[in-house]
């Protein structure tokens, strides 16, 4: 059975900082932001050049700012999928790649993965030409 309310079209605009969630229908619009917390230059303690000394021995300081910043990643992702866990159907678009990685944690969650109406790139926008930019999407989509 359809639910009697007007047509709702989410879309993500999405960027390693964060994440702009625009829910429009014909009443108007809402929008949620959500910052990522990834940090971009992660410096460890005691890091002087490319090798950082620990103990005895010098370890690549490298793979741990990638691990740290993968968790980051895994929860900004998470804290999105919440966000949209209830919807019909969304578009991700940004100026980025997060649009693509989310689009593939997407595919790994069996409730959202076909629910994605596309990855699309996108510039940066001010909210308003993000609002346009949906409903230009799904007004294309559904000619």
Known sequence: ???NTAQ??????????????????????????I????????????ETNHLSKMGGQY????????SKKTEQQKLFFKNIMEEIDNADSFVLFGPSNMKYNLGKEIQKNSKLSG???GV?????????????WIKDFY????N
């Open 120 to 132: 699309e790139t996108a510039d940066s926008m001010t909210e308003n030409q993000m609002v346009a």
């Open 35 to 46: 910052a990522s917390g990834i940090d971009t230059r992660i410096r460890e303690e005691g």
């Open 115 to 117: 629910k994605m109406d």
């Open 1 to 3: 059975m359809k639910k």
């Open 59 to 66: 370890l690549e300081p490298e793979k741990s700012k990638l």
């Open 139 to 142: 007004k294309a989509s559904a």
């Open 8 to 33: 709702q079209h989410l879309g993500i605009w999405i960027d390693s900082k964060n994440a702009v969630i625009i829910s429009t229908n014909e009443s108007g619009e809402k929008i949620k932001k």
